[in-house]
């Protein structure tokens, strides 16, 4: 029951303090030596946990260490017992290697000298207070006393205080044997409770009786109840010098040693064991002399202080998964994104933020989350800058190519590119060069809706341009195939110009529709770990619907491309569209994966606007630029006539001679 109780007591003082117990048990003092093996064997189950705690009777103990030393785990566990276990040498005999280390508690209870000497001048005729004493000195000293039926005939040397080498016990040796006697732990206890006893009598004689000697009637009988107040009030020095007092319960001020079982190095250099005091405990005070203390040898060294770890504690970003026993652990990584809140808890940070895990406020790491640096493409960047200087290119190229136009505008080479659509497809290359600077700069609502208008528009501009242009060449190629009887229509220069400008009419209202439906803005995006990009607001639908206008014009101009490609020589500008329009579907096939699988979309939007726009500008217009400066014998009106293979023939009214006819 002792022990049941202790150790109930043990384990809800521990928890206090967040000591685990890996498991526990109980098991009788009379269990035979398998149940104590068994004991082991569920040590063994959690070996990182190395202190056995015994509130145990000094056998049990005993039997407890034999069973360790039959399992060869000697050394491999620190046992600390109660002080049924105490100092006691019966416990640890035969077995002092698996002790070793061993650490066990003591009641307080200093050596009484007055004793020694009351004890020592014990004989055996006038100590007759005690019938059992002749026979324990015949034991102690082996010799054998006159004393009737309590004579020893064992023993053939009688025992005498006379000087007797040869037969007698001499006191010389009976003194030294009894200098060798150890006294129980427990005596100062007696010694204190026959004190309280008689002091309290004592007070309670001298307030009942008033001091009279003898039992006064008031104390016939004494009462137990009055007697009991008079003993918890007592209060002494005892003869060891420690103050004696009690509390309300009644119990002592609490009084232990603990002692410590180690090998000693004796000067023969041989080694034997012994019990060493390394510490007290008096009345709430706890003094350890850790430097005397010989711990088993668990890791390795008996100087090294074990350690009874189930789990240790996790690194920096990781979270303990607790399993069974809130001491056992498994250690969890959190997220890249998640923040340690507390032991056991991981925590995403919110969107923009991001763990700082060197704001660490206890060795457990835990951390904050901190706001993630806004990105966004600037004009500093490399891929931007390549975009812009090609750009500038186009722009100063345009530029250059529109002025030469306009100087020799009517000139057979400018004449015959059909002038009007050529301005157009210029400024819609220009429109398409500078939407690289709106599409880099930082995203605002300004921003983000030119650059939801201009690329688009730039490309109706161009294209629109185009395929009204192979629209007209397409048509006089099948009119050359057979005899028209009226004159075709929409063939005039303005109305090319009418039919783009519808066109573009309805890019634009694409345009404005979508921006209705999907308002242009900045946003952050977090769709990349670790990373906030400003971004324009927009969907997939906000740039596949207007671009998807002008792929429906970049496939038609293809298309009349491919019809028209086999025109004479002096209509060689359909090959150049033909060229242009095939790089260009090289160009956007490759555009729409890259654009909507990758992250760098702004320098894409760029980069394939502006190639689309250079390829335009150097396969339209520069054949026409190298004939009108560096081969102007080449810019004459016959060049620019159709062949008597290419003719219009409209019923039977009168035309123009087909030499005459000017692709315009």
């Not at 290119?393 to 050529?422: D, Q, Y």
């Not at 760098?600 to 520069?622: E, K, Y």
Request: aromatic fraction near 10%; include cysteine.
């Amino acid at each position: 029951n002792y022990g049941e109780r202790g150790i109930e007591e043990f384990e809800t003082k521990i928890r206090q303090y967040n000591v685990c117990i890996s498991s526990s048990g109980s098991v009788s003092s009379t269990a035979d030596e398998m149940t104590y093996e068994k004991v082991i064997d569920r040590l063994e189950r959690t070996p990182n946990a190395t202190v056995v705690v015994c509130f145990c009777e000094g056998m049990t103990v005993r039997n407890l260490l034999k069973a360790a030393k039959r399992k060869n785990v000697v050394q491999k566990y620190l046992f600390i017992g109660s002080d049924g276990w105490g100092n006691r040498q019966d416990v640890v005999e035969d077995i002092e290697d698996a002790a070793v280390g061993g650490i066990s508690v003591k009641l307080y209870s200093p050596r009484l000298r007055d004793f020694d000497d009351h004890y020592s001048n014990l004989k055996p005729y006038n100590n007759s207070r005690n019938p059992w004493f002749k026979e324990f000195w015949q034991e102690k000293f082996e010799c054998r006393l006159d004393a009737g039926d309590d004579t020893d005939y064992r023993y053939n040397k009688t025992c005498s205080e006379t000087v007797n080498k040869r037969q007698s016990v001499t006191i010389s040796h009976r003194e030294q044997t009894l200098a060798d006697t150890k006294q129980d732990s427990k005596l100062g206890f007696v010694e204190n409770a026959v004190y309280t006893m008689a002091y309290a009598l004592h007070n309670m004689h001298r307030d009942v009786c008033g001091g009279v000697p003898g039992l006064c009637d008031a104390m016939k009988p004494i009462n137990g109840s009055i007697y009991l107040k008079y003993l918890l009030n007592v209060t002494f020095n005892s003869y060891s010098g420690e103050d004696v007092h009690f509390d309300d319960n009644g119990d002592p001020p609490g009084r232990y040693e603990f002692i410590n079982y180690q090998p000693v190095l004796l000067p023969d250099g041989n080694t034997t064991y012994s019990y060493v005091t390394i510490g007290t405990w008096k009345t709430g005070v706890l003094k350890m002399n850790e430097p005397l203390i010989h711990w088993p040898s668990i890791k390795g060294s008996s100087s090294l202080t074990p350690e009874s770890i189930c789990s240790r504690p996790c690194p920096k970003g990781h979270v303990k998964d607790v399993k069974g026993v809130t001491c056992c652990w498994a250690c969890i990584p959190c997220k890249e994104n998640e923040t340690v809140v507390d032991e056991t808890t991981c925590q995403a940070c919110a969107a923009g933020l991001w763990p700082n895990h060197n704001l660490s406020v206890t060795f457990i790491i835990f951390s904050a989350c901190e706001e993630i640096p806004i990105e966004f493409t600037s004009w500093d960047d490399s891929g931007a800058i390549v975009a812009m200087t090609i750009a500038c290119v186009g722009i100063l190229l345009t530029v250059w190519i529109a002025s030469v136009f306009i100087r020799h505008n009517n000139t057979p080479v400018v004449k015959a590119s059909t002038r009007e659509l050529s301005y157009i497809i210029l400024f819609g290359i220009i429109v398409a060069c500078c939407s690289n600077f709106v599409i880099v700069a930082k995203p605002s609502i300004v921003t983000c809706y030119l650059s939801r208008i201009l690329p688009g528009l730039a490309f109706s501009l161009m294209y629109g341009a185009l395929v009204t242009k192979t629209n007209r060449i397409a048509r006089i190629l099948e009119g050359s195939k057979k005899i028209m009887t009226k004159k075709p229509r929409f063939m005039s220069a303005s109305a090319q110009v009418v039919i783009t400008g519808i066109i573009i009419g309805v890019e634009s209202a694409i345009i404005t529709v979508m921006l209705i439906i999907e308002p242009a803005d900045s946003k952050l995006d977090y769709s990349v770990v670790k990373r906030v990009r400003l971004v324009c607001h927009t969907t997939p639908r906000g740039v596949i619907v207007p671009l998807g206008f002008d792929l429906v014009l970049i496939i038609m101009c293809t298309l009349y491309a491919i019809k028209t490609r086999n025109l004479p020589e002096n209509f060689n500008e359909a090959k150049f569209i033909g060229f242009t329009m095939y790089t260009t579907c090289v160009i956007w096939s490759g555009f729409f994966p890259i654009y909507f699988g990758g992250e760098s979309r702004v320098i894409t939007m760029c980069i394939s606007i502006t190639l689309s726009a250079m390829v335009a500008l150097v396969l339209l217009f520069f054949p026409k630029v190298y004939i009108i400066i560096w081969a102007p014998e080449k810019n004459t009106r016959g060049a620019f006539t159709t062949s008597k293979d290419v003719r219009c023939h409209i019923g039977s009214k009168s035309m123009p001679s087909a030499d005459s006819m000017e692709y315009k």
